[in-house]
């Protein structure tokens, strides 16, 4: 079993920044794939960035490159987000995601179903 924990989410003006924090614990290899997600209201939820434990380039969507950046502390056992620019259309529930894949899997084609826990939540709010 692997458990995750979101924190950092709140609310901020469009440029804005900021940082989501995941804690995990549990079965490290049901853990090698961690990614961030998000749902906004009406919208189907999507990935937003992706990270391997073993290293490697991570993988972010179009709609936030260059403005979001994911990263992993290893002995802490956990993966933030580190949202800068921040837009309106970035207003959403945040989640972070655990899955037992490797790393081509995880980077190049990791779907949500690939991703077997899932953290509660947070919210982010961007306001124009």
């Known amino acids: 079993q692997v458990q995750l924990v979101e924190s950092g989410g709140g609310s901020v003006q469009a440029g804005g920044s900021l940082r989501l924090s995941c804690a995990a614990s549990?079965?490290?290899?049901?853990?090698?794939?961690m990614g961030w997600f998000r749902q906004a209201p009406g919208k189907e939820r999507e990935g937003v960035a992706r990270?391997?434990?073993?290293?490697?380039?991570?993988y972010y969507a179009d709609s936030v490159k260059g403005r979001f950046t994911i990263f992993q502390d290893i002995a802490k056992n956990t993966v933030d987000l580190q949202m800068n620019s921040l837009r309106p259309e970035d207003t959403a529930m945040y989640y972070c995601?655990?899955?037992?894949?490797?790393?081509?899997?995880?980077?190049?084609?990791?779907?949500?179903?690939?991703?077997?826990?899932w953290g509660q939540g947070t919210q982010v709010t961007v306001s124009s």
């Open positions: 549990g079965y490290t290899n049901g853990r090698q794939c």
């Open positions: 990270i391997y434990r073993d290293g490697g380039s991570p």
């Open positions: 995601a655990a899955g037992q894949r490797g790393y081509a899997s995880c980077i190049y084609s990791a779907i949500e179903a690939d991703f077997r826990y």
